[in-house]
Nanobody, 124 residues
Framework: VQLQASGGGLVQAGGSLRLSCQVT????????VAWFRQAPGKEREGVSC???????YYADSLRDRFTISKDNAKNTVYLQMNSLKPEDTAVYYC??????????WGLGVEYDDWGQGTQVTVSS
């Protein structure tokens, strides 16, 4: 499985961005794909996940502003981020796993394959 994240950039606080994660080598119908982020000096954290069966999971602090979706035909997962804040500044990674427990979606060690990351910078 290969993943390629894109869509990051520089945006002002209050703005929006949509990240994309193109997946190749495996069907999204049989993968859980998650977004993680890591800010400088901070630990990596789980942002959101969409399962092969299209169930979605979010970090509690982000569910009101972020929306995950996927297009199985395009084998692409999206992360719509609205009302962005400077504290959302981080490198965002997408990751995939073939199976796993739903309640462990936010643990990076659960995932087998990772994309290269895309930088999101939110200015105040």
């Amino acid at each position: 499985v290969q993943l390629q994240a894109s869509g990051g950039g520089l945006v002002q606080a209050g703005g929006s961005l949509r990240l994309s994660c193109q997946v190749t080598g495996f069907s999204l119908e049989h993968l859980d794909v998650a977004w993680f982020r890591q800010a400088p000096g901070k630990e990596r954290e789980g942002v959101s996940c969409v399962s092969g069966k299209s169930r979605t999971y979010y970090a509690d602090s982000l569910r009101d502003r972020f929306t995950i979706s996927k297009d199985n035909a395009k084998n692409t997962v999206y992360l719509q981020m609205n009302s962005l804040k400077p504290e959302d500044t981080a490198v965002y990674y997408c990751a995939a796993r073939r199976s796993g427990s739903a309640w462990l979606w936010g643990l990076g060690v659960e995932y087998d394959d990772w994309g290269q990351g895309t930088q999101v910078t939110v200015s105040s």
